[in-house]
Every structure is written in C-alpha cells, then in structure tokens.
C-alpha cells in the first residue's frame, strides 16, 4: 500500500476533484463541501466520491459535475483510472452509470 | 377617416419573408396563441420581430400573448373588427388602449407596459398609430437606493434586451423612440415601450428596453439636460464607470442569488432526507379512494 500512496498525490487529486464548478451557481465542490472521500484503491486507481446540495439535484447537473471530476482527476500524475461515485441521491446509481462510462479527455462546453 | 397602412407585406416568394413566417410560427410551437398567427396583421407584427430583432422568440411570444390577452379582453374576440374600426377611426386605437388599462386598475406601471406591449406594437404594424407613452403612473418607478442612474441603465438594460453593454454604450439618443408601421425608429426617449437600434457585426438589429430601464435612461437624461440626437444615450466619459459599477453590481446580484438557491437546495435536500425521498410515505392502501378510481 505505501507504494500507491507515494505514486498519486491524494491532496492533489482532491484539489482537482475540489476543483469542479456546479454548472450553474460556479461555485466549486470543495468551496461547496460536497466532496466527501477521496480513495487510491489500486496502482493507478482512484475513487472519488461526492453528494450535491439535494438529494433531488437535477441529474443532468450531476451526470455534468461528476464527469468533470473524472476529467480532471485523470489528469493528476500517476492517475490512470478515476471511479466517481456519486451518493445521498435519489437516483445515485443511474448517475454514477453515466458517470463512469466513456472517455472524459475534452473539456465539457458548459465550463 | 382611414389612414394609409404602411404595413410589411408577406410575399411568398420572397424567402426571408417566407422565414420570417416560419421562425414566427416555430417562436409560438405548442402554445394556444399560435392560432393568431392566422390573423394576418397579427402574423405582420410578428414577422417584423423576427426580421429585426437579433433573437425574437421570447419577443414574439410576448407580444403574441399580449395581443391575445388585448383581443379577447378589449376586442371582445373580434381582434379583425376592432382593426377595421381603427382604420376607420384612428382614435379607436388609443381608446381601446385605455380599456385595456381600465381593465387592469390598480396595476403598477411596468406590469401595465407588458400587458401593452403587444397591443400597442400590433396597431403601429397595422398601420393604426397609437400612443406610445406609459398607460398607467402606478408605482412601477423604484429606483434602486444608492445607484446611479447611468449603472441602473447599464444594469437593467442588458436584462431582456438581448443586446450586450458594450452595444448598448454605443446607441445614440437618435437611435432610441417609437417605431413607425414600417419598423423603423421615430427618435424620443419618452416612448413606451421604448425600442432601440444597436449594431452588431451582422448590421443593424432593434430591441426594446425593460420600463425599469427606460425609468433608469429617462433619470440619467433629465440629470444631464438637452441632447441631439446624436449624443450617446450613456455619454462616454461616464459610461467606463457605470460599466465597472454595474459589472460589480451584476456580480453581487448574482452571487447573492447563488447563496439563495444554495440555501434552498440544501433547506430542501435536509427535508427529503428527514421526511424520505418524494413517495416514499405514499402507501395505496391508505390514499383516499378518489385519487386512484
């Protein structure tokens, strides 16, 4: 496990995760507190988890939130793969789905 | 006595005729008033919104609405008949003007404007020439405690315009008034509604202002007295202060409206997370029986 710790910087990867705007107020998730934990569960392999102000958040907000936070942390050095969970959302499952498939290399248009 | 009507005239051959008729038709899609549009001196007013307004949509909804509102309140559904009657008698469009706002005593004067807007927008398109001044001196007036008004007008003029400060900074007092059947301006400030010509790179478009923002221009005039035409509505020398003073302004408004819907989003998220999500209490054996017959 020391070895993992010593290849990602997690403080970096929270920055970056912290760094993420809400679509629509531009208020970040860390100025927001809605980052909960930030985890390196293997070589490479970082889990972010967050929650929005309501459990009732728009998905389309959610879906945009958490691709960004996969986006940016996958640009962390010694980041290979970023899992973002999203919870305390009614529909957290669905979202973390979208979350987490496909690639996240552009920039999203709404940033 | 009839008057000469100075109308736009629809010609089906013409293309961006023909795509104003469309975009009209798209602006109204899936609402009730769309039907107006079959009333030819109402599509009229609608083709010049969207010939020379930027992005007439929303403008083309408001004044549609309003007309409709205005054809079955005052025209007691005979919007054709209430026409001919102006154009026989030119009074007619500013005493049905007045039945419209005696209908709606007591409301302010901004909330009068809008319900004006249209009506008094489709008579001039119709070539029936209406008074274009404030139908109402209700309390619409409030200016905003401590700000001045060349940053009120700066601030309130980009809401709904559709046009960008820096386009704004650059119309001239000519460039502000009435329009005439034709849809071009008749220069005085006064007017209500109260449309503008500003430039963009594709040339020349019109909006109008909110009355909030005429308020704001007309307070502005009267500080700095007379002017020609083609004086800057916002002179120069004040409009980079106002400029900085309104962006700052903006900022603050926005940012407290954040701190609002922030508040209201947790408020509402602290709720369901107590009470369960929306349904989870709703048990069918217990809803009265004639919510689910």
Redesign the interface.
């Known amino acids: 496990m020391s070895s993992i710790s010593t290849q990602i910087d997690v403080a970096a990867v929270r920055e970056a995760a912290g760094s993420v705007p809400d679509p ?4 970040t998730l860390g100025e ?1 507190d809605l980052l909960d934990e930030v985890e390196v569960v293997a070589d490479g392999d970082v889990v972010v988890r967050y929650h ?6 728009p998905s389309p907000f959610a879906i945009q939130i958490g691709r960004e936070v996969r986006r940016r942390v996958e640009l962390v050095p010694g980041v290979r793969a970023c899992r973002v969970d999203i919870h ?1 959302h ?1 529909i957290a499952a669905d979202i973390s789905q979208q979350v987490n498939e496909g690639d996240v290399t552009e920039p999203p248009s709404w940033l | 006595m009839a008057v000469s009507v100075d109308q736009p005239v629809l010609d089906p051959l013409d293309r961006d005729a023909v795509d104003g008729v469309e975009a009209a038709h798209l602006a109204l899609r899936g609402r009730r008033e769309l039907q107006l549009l079959e009333d030819p001196s109402v599509l009229a007013m609608a083709q010049l919104l969207v010939e020379r307004w930027r992005d007439a949509a929303p403008w083309v909804r408001a004044a549609v609405a309003t007309v409709d509102r205005f054809a079955r309140e005052v025209a007691l559904g005979d919007l054709p008949g209430l026409l001919a009657a102006g154009r026989a008698d030119p009074a007619e469009a500013d005493r049905s003007l007045q039945r419209l706002a005696r209908r709606h005593d007591g409301l302010s004067a901004g909330q009068m404007a809008s319900l004006a807007f249209g009506p008094k927008l489709w008579w001039t398109v119709a070539g029936v020439p209406v008074t274009w001044l404030p139908l109402s001196q209700g309390d619409g007036h409030r200016p905003l405690p401590s700000v001045q008004s060349g940053v009120r007008l700066l601030l309130l003029s980009v809401i709904g315009s559709g046009a960008t400060q820096d386009e704004l900074r650059a119309v001239r007092v000519g460039d502000a008034g009435s329009l005439n059947a034709a849809g071009r301006i008749v220069p005085d400030v006064q007017a209500e509604p109260l449309a503008v010509a500003y430039r963009d790179v594709d040339g020349e478009h019109l909006t109008f202002l909110s009355y909030e923002a005429r308020q704001a221009l007309l307070d502005l005039r009267a500080s700095l007295g007379p002017s020609g035409p083609d004086d800057l509505l916002l002179p120069a020398k004040d409009a980079a202060e106002a400029s900085t003073a309104a962006l700052a302004a903006g900022s603050a408004l926005v940012g407290a409206g ?1 701190d609002v ?2 508040t209201l ?2 408020a ?2 602290d709720f ?2 107590a009470w369960g ?2 349904g989870a209490r709703f048990d069918i054996r217990t809803a009265p029986a004639e919510e689910h017959p």
């Open positions: 629509e107020i531009r208020r927001l929005l102000t309501s459990p009732l958040c305390d009614f | 954040n819907n922030v989003c947790r509402t998220g369901f997370r999500m929306p």
